[in-house]
């Protein structure tokens, strides 16, 4: 175990890598050579990965993937997803195709609304507390106004600020509670700034309030942040067809597949334990073009798991109906993205990922990640509904079984093809690996 250290920050980048290590590494060169084979050649770029975090000691690298044929309200996308998973890319090229051959997806931007909130404490007659407010709504606006002038100008801006009684919930606590539109910024600098101005305006105004007693002056703010919360922020994506159009290669018989389709969707609607999979199943997909355009994959996955527990269960964020010989699947999910600021004009790849998709608006980019859930879960419920999620899964996963034994170009070439045709297991792989060596 090594000692504590004071100042790690400061250190330079090749001190940082020389104190980890002497402290955790025997074979130190070894761990030295890995650390530096990632660094990129471009020292301007490098120095760009450096500089978004502390401690940058090296790169870690992810696989940039893409996925074709994505007919979207008719309009065609390649979409950029980054993430290891193996079978998740060659899942969404499939069901997109599968989709496209049907009509594509059909899209809608139901809310926009993002929000945040000042969590204070107040210790007095909260309806003093209500006729101060009203007073001094107005100056909260305006007090703001430096930071909000620029959004306003292009159509955004605050929407609302709402007083909030929370003392039921905690002696004294009370709540500003402010909506936004951040148009094609993901906002939350935005927000947070105009959070802690409010906080400033409200405790400033109420230290100079005469109808307030020396108790009720004292506002205590507690904290200002944006809410990832966001379930006026909300994107619909949906894909249906005659139950006779889904008769393809791998369903041949239609009314079957969708009845059982639908039973996945209705347990996972009802049971938790399989909502939480399902639901991580359309994050595959979520995720990985999150990741790819810059976005904030901690906050979409805080905000639409709080989502799918909105009804006091946590529940499929993902619906299946079958009326009228028509098959319809349907997702429904709070997105807060951003196509400008943050990582997106920093990120080399990001800036790609965003030309491939033709420059989006944050509008547009809902729209995409939905049907990436949707797609990725069609893709998961169909495998799981009639072959079984492995056969595909292990086909995927064969290159790194393959790659942990080292198998040469020669090794691969004929594994693959012999596994084409037989099951694959971690054994069976090693099997024949060993079969082949021999
Ligand atoms: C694996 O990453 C995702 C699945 O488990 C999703 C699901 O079960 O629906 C296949």
């Known amino acids: ?155 955004g801006g605050i929407l609302d600020i709402e007083l909030k009684n929370k003392s039921r919930d905690i002696p004294n606590y009370f709540q500003l509670h402010a909506t936004f539109e951040t148009l094609d910024a993901m906002g939350a600098n935005f927000i947070n700034s105009c959070l802690e101005q409010f906080a400033s305006t409200l405790k400033e105004e109420a230290l100079n309030y005469t109808d307030f007693n020396a108790d009720e002056r004292n506002i205590a703010i507690v904290m200002s942040i944006l809410s990832n919360y966001v379930p006026n922020c909300l994107v619909r994506a949906e894909v249906s067809c005659p139950i006779n159009d889904l008769k393809s290669k791998d369903i041949l018989d239609p009314q079957w597949f969708a009845e059982k389709f639908k039973q996945a969707i209705t347990i996972a609607e009802v049971e938790p334990y399989r909502a939480v999979t399902h639901n991580k199943g359309i994050m595959n997909g979520i995720d990985a073009v999150i990741l790819a355009t810059g976005n904030d994959f901690r906050a979409v996955e805080a905000g639409v798991h709080a989502y799918a527990s909105r009804n006091g269960s946590y529940s499929s964020l993902t619906h299946c109906s079958i009326d009228d010989g028509v098959f319809k699947f349907w997702i429904e999910i709070p997105l807060a993205l951003g196509t400008v600021g943050g990582l997106t004009s ?19 980019l809902m729209q995409i990640v939905a049907v990436a859930g949707l797609a990725q879960n069609f893709a ?59």
Not at 52 to 64: A, D, G, V
Not at 348 to 362: G, N, W
């Open 1 to 155: 175990m090594s000692n504590a250290i004071s100042g790690f920050s400061k250190l330079s980048k090749s001190e940082k890598i020389d104190w980890l290590l002497n402290n955790y590494f025997s074979n130190k060169e070894e761990a030295r050579l890995l650390v530096t084979r990632y660094w990129n050649s471009d020292e301007v770029l490098q120095k760009l990965h450096d500089e978004f975090i502390e401690n940058t000691i090296t790169n870690f690298y992810l696989p940039f993937g893409v996925s074709p044929n994505f007919l979207i309200n008719d309009k065609l996308y390649t979409v950029p997803m980054a993430i290891e998973e193996s079978s998740v890319v060659a899942a969404a090229s499939k069901s997109a195709k599968f989709w496209y051959d049907r009509g594509g997806f059909k899209t809608k931007v139901i809310s926009t609304e993002k929000i945040g909130q000042v969590h204070f404490i107040f210790k007095g007659d909260s309806t003093k507390l209500e006729t101060f407010f009203n007073t001094v709504k107005s100056k909260l606006f305006t007090d703001a106004s430096h930071i909000t002038k620029n959004m306003e100008k292009r159509g």
């Open 346 to 364: 920093l990120h080399p790849l990001v800036k790609f990922a965003l030309d491939l998709l033709e420059k989006p608006s944050a509008k547009e």
């Open 380 to 438: 998961a419920i169909k495998s799981l509904t009639t072959t079984g999620i492995q056969q595909g899964h292990m086909k995927m996963h064969l290159m790194n079984i393959l790659n942990q034994f080292e198998a040469t170009a020669h090794e691969k070439a004929k594994l693959i093809e012999y596994f084409k045709t037989n099951v694959v297991t971690h054994g069976a792989v090693a099997d024949a690996i060993n079969q082949l060596r021999n």
